[in-house]
């Protein structure tokens, strides 16, 4: 996306009016249109224009123009009220969500929200802090709930303050200029061709390397790569959560996230539920993100692949499993995921270091796995689930009675 700077040549009378509503002269025009924050604006040769405010922690914000590319139409853009872009947060670098606020503000096609999970009141406390000046919300969990759960809070909230779709990120998650606008005008194209549409995703890249990972497809046993032979989205079996924008409509049909798997698999799992269910997941190869996967990178017979810590592998493999025992999966992803697991505790067992401490818990990944226990790792005395605690946010309980009220299903997971 081209960013034309606001300037005097092209709009001679410009003020800031009040929040952040601005006043535009287009002297081609000879009128004098009012805009909100985010508003598409066609010019009178037909161009599209996006007006936003970039956010700033200073008294000085910088204002831009966007020049959308042809494909972009204005009438298909939701409005900015449509959409709440979520950020999961443990431990996080300040800087950097504050940054990832800044940049949804820019792109201005939503709403942020951030789930702080991490298990203390002073780091939530900080991070409000840190975020007031972009206008972001933090809701305080006190605990960590994991990823799926974090993710379900905000789509309850979402549900319960009025929002059409959702954008689900990680704190690590750096989005390109244009991302957000592309997945909004292919979500909508797509949905207006008559497609059930679960999720639109943007194509990722480690900032560790240059590669860009591909979509994929379920094989007889292995993932295969989408080929993209044209400009548009692509139809996969998966999307991951980070840079996944999903219609509200969509979870009621299909349900939450399921909380039990906490961290890994849950994205998958939950696409390949909405696929039983007859909705499908597109991939935008246009709008890319930058996204880190894994502590480091092990490289094998030419392959990256990432390398998490040993207890993030235990939930690798045993999330693995217990997706394996969803009733609706067919057998060959039943196969594939079973295959996996094992190649992936010989590999990393054998090749990664500290080989014992990764070994056992990849073996009691697997072992729990097998045995169907789900939930939080609670240490070397096993596995314990956790309630949900007294002290989630009010809005959050809020929105869980409201959801509950109306007989959603979506408060349901299989």
């Known amino acids: 996306m081209k960013v034309v700077r606001f300037v005097q040549p092209l709009w001679p009378r410009a003020r800031r009016q009040y929040g952040m509503t601005w006043l535009l002269n287009d002297p081609d025009q000879s009128r004098v249109t009012r805009f909100c924050e985010s508003s598409v604006w066609t010019g009178s040769k037909g161009q599209s ?207 939450l996230l399921d909380s039990g798997f906490f961290i890994d698999y849950v994205d998958m799992e939950w696409c390949a539920r909405a696929r039983a269910r007859g909705w499908k997941v597109f991939g935008v190869p246009e709008a890319r993100m930058r996204h880190t996967i894994g502590d480091a990178t092990l490289t094998v017979l030419g392959r990256t692949i990432p390398v998490h810590s040993p207890q993030r592998q235990y939930y690798l493999i045993r999330n693995a499993l217990l997706f394996a025992r969803k009733p609706y999966l067919p057998l060959n992803w039943r196969v594939h995921l079973v295959y996996r697991a094992v190649t992936q505790v010989a590999m990393f067992g054998l090749l990664c270091r500290p080989r014992a401490a990764r070994l056992h818990w990849l073996l009691r990944g697997f072992m729990d796995g097998l045995l169907g226990r789900n939930g939080r790792l609670g240490g070397p005395s096993g596995i314990r689930r956790r309630a949900a605690p007294a002290a989630v946010s009010e809005s959050a309980a809020a929105s869980r009675q409201t959801l509950a009220a109306d007989g959603s299903r979506s408060e349901l997971v299989e």
């Open 49 to 255: 224009y996006l007006l936003v405010m970039r956010p700033s922690c200073d008294s000085n914000p910088r204002t831009d123009v966007l020049s959308l590319p042809v494909p972009f139409d204005g009438a298909r853009q939701a409005r900015a009220a449509d959409i709440l872009a979520v950020v999961v947060c443990y431990q996080p670098d300040v800087t950097a969500v504050v940054a990832l606020a800044q940049q949804l503000r820019v792109m201005g096609r939503a709403d942020v929200l951030l789930v702080e999970n991490t298990e203390s009141p002073d780091a939530c406390e900080r991070l409000k802090a840190a975020v007031a000046c972009v206008g972001a919300e933090v809701v305080c969990q006190g605990m960590n709930l994991g990823v799926a759960e974090a993710h379900n809070i905000a789509l309850r909230l979402a549900r319960q303050r009025g929002y059409r779709y959702v954008l689900l990120l990680d704190q690590d998650t750096r989005l390109e200029d244009d991302t957000l606008p592309r997945l909004v005008a292919t979500l909508d194209a797509l949905r207006a061709s008559g497609e059930r549409v679960a999720g639109v995703g943007a194509a990722f890249s480690d900032p560790r390397g240059q590669t860009v990972f591909p979509f994929v497809r379920l094989g007889r046993l292995r993932m295969h790569p989408v080929p993209v032979t044209a400009a548009g989205p692509v139809e996969c079996d998966l999307l991951i959560s980070s840079g996944c924008l999903i219609p509200l409509d969509a979870v009621e049909a299909v349900g």
